[in-house]
């Protein structure tokens, strides 16, 4: 068995990895040879080494920091460097921190492309490999499905999460604007972001004419990282409100325990259509921020959402965010079918 350099990615995947990159900068990201590249890494698991190689193929020209064998104002100093339009990629094993300097906040206020890898400890072994996997940019997907179903969610008067076993889960109102996260910019103020790509999220615009039931065979837990019951979890939901939770374990019990004693209810509020077919059910991460983009439905429990404002919820008030997972048979827009046998159809 021949021995990877890069420990338990072996070095195929390294190939995979740098076909993946070289799409997402030229066919996302638009990065264009003679542009300036900043790629901020460290060394502590196989995946960044393996990712950071895999950009040193693609961009052999970029500059190379490691995070750990410099200061934060060596960091800074690099992205003073970069002009607007620059490329800076960040391989973080966990999440990079510079004191009151929020990174990827800051970069695109210099108008700088941005991609982040985060939390990549989080992902041992195999789960790397889905990772990588996880980076293939396919356009006429993500941007023909994306857009798709972003024009069907936005003209929607209503819609059903039908999760197995009679359990449904009814909108019964419009949704808010959807919002895209395919690798498309055009129009947008920032260029990047948080990589795995694919997802589009809306919420009810009525977040009172949610009711029904629905199963949850994944949720985030308070470590951030994927909790697979072993019997999903079945939701009941109320006026947008979980007022039951049938075959729930301790974890997840303790997860709506901590919602309530902070916001006094469980509402349920983010509707996301996950697009990332190298992610289901089946083939999972232990990351909670990188899993979201599975091929199916994700949820989120509590008054949280940054993006869409509700005047029921004060935002400095809402505090929770907590992403869980729907057994996803199909799902249905207006009497639409808009995904079947484990796939979108639009």
Not at 15 to 39: E, F, K, M, S, Y
Not at 52 to 73: G, H, I, K, M
Request: net charge negative.
């Amino acid at each position: 068995m021949t021995t990877s350099r890069f420990g338990a990615i072996p070095e195929h995947a390294v190939d995979t990895a740098q076909r993946n990159v070289g799409d997402t900068l030229a066919l996302a990201i638009g990065h264009a040879p003679g542009r300036g590249a900043l790629i901020v890494h460290d060394t502590r698991t196989d995946l960044n080494r393996a990712l950071t190689e895999a950009y040193r193929r693609v961009v052999p020209d970029a500059s190379f920091v490691d995070f750990d064998s410099v200061t934060p104002d060596d960091v800074l100093a690099a992205f003073a460097g970069m002009a607007a339009g620059d490329l800076v990629v960040l391989i973080q094993s966990t999440s990079f921190r510079l004191e009151a300097f929020r990174i990827r906040i800051e970069l695109f206020k210099r108008g700088l492309k941005v991609i982040e890898h985060v939390h990549l400890s989080r992902m041992p072994g195999e789960q790397g490999l889905r990772y990588i996997d996880a980076l293939a940019y396919d356009p006429a997907y993500y941007r023909g499905v994306g857009h798709a179903l972003k024009a069907r969610i936005d003209a929607a008067r209503h819609g059903v999460v039908d999760s197995g076993d009679g359990a449904r889960l009814v909108f019964g109102s419009p949704f808010e604007a959807a919002k895209l996260n395919i690798g498309d910019y055009g129009g947008m103020n920032n260029v990047g972001g948080q990589f795995p790509l694919g997802e589009v999220f809306t919420e009810a615009r009525d977040l009172e004419a949610v009711n029904g039931r629905v199963r949850i065979f994944v949720f985030g837990d308070t470590s951030f990282l994927v909790n697979k019951p072993a019997t999903p979890v079945t939701l009941i939901v109320e006026q947008g409100r979980v007022v039951g939770a049938e075959n729930a374990t301790p974890e997840f019990d303790n997860m709506l325990a901590i919602i309530r004693a902070h916001e006094g209810e469980v509402w349920l509020r983010e509707l996301g259509f996950g697009m990332n077919r190298a992610f289901s059910r089946e083939r999972m991460v232990d990351d909670i921020g990188t899993f979201e983009r599975m091929c199916g439905i994700h949820l989120s429990l509590g008054a949280k959402h940054g993006v869409y404002a509700k005047p029921q919820f004060k935002r400095k008030e809402a505090r929770y965010h907590v992403d869980v997972f729907a057994v996803t048979e199909a799902v249905y827009l207006d009497d639409e079918q808009v995904y079947r046998d484990g796939a979108w159809r639009v």
